[in-house]
């Protein structure tokens, strides 16, 4: 088990940027996937980019373009990098790692408490 903490949530107008970070509490390098997600409200839970152990990423199309995934592996932090922020962006964004098929949800078994980002307009 690792336990994940993300950081970086915050108010932010439509248009500004924000970076979020995921600290873990352990070294990751033994996980296959790393990824992001984010729930808004009563909505299904969206994968918005992954990224896999040889460098491998996806990104959700509402935010290709937009938000970038990167990883120091030395300090153990996965980023979520975030422009052109929309209101739709707003959400709860949660961290996780985890193994095997990385563009499934269902390989992702360590997760993040979560940080909140509203967009306003």
């Known amino acids: 088990q690792v336990h994940l903490v993300e950081s970086g949530g915050g108010s932010v107008q439509a248009g500004g940027s924000l970076r979020l970070s995921c600290t873990a509490s352990t070294d990751t390098s033994g996980f296959t996937c790393m990824g992001w997600f984010r729930q808004a409200g009563e909505k299904e839970r969206e994968r918005v980019p992954a990224?896999?152990?040889?460098?491998?990423?996806s990104y959700a199309d509402s935010v290709k373009g937009r938000f970038t995934i990167s990883k120091d592996n030395a300090k153990n932090i996965l980023y979520l990098h975030m422009n052109s922020l929309k209101p739709e962006d707003t959400a709860m964004y949660y961290c996780?790692?985890?193994?095997?098929?990385?563009?499934?949800?269902?390989?992702?078994?360590?997760w993040g408490q979560g940080t909140q980002v509203p967009v306003s307009s």
């Open positions: 990224v896999t152990s040889l460098g491998f990423t």
């Open positions: 996780a790692v985890g193994y095997g098929n990385c563009y499934s949800d269902s390989a992702y078994n360590n």
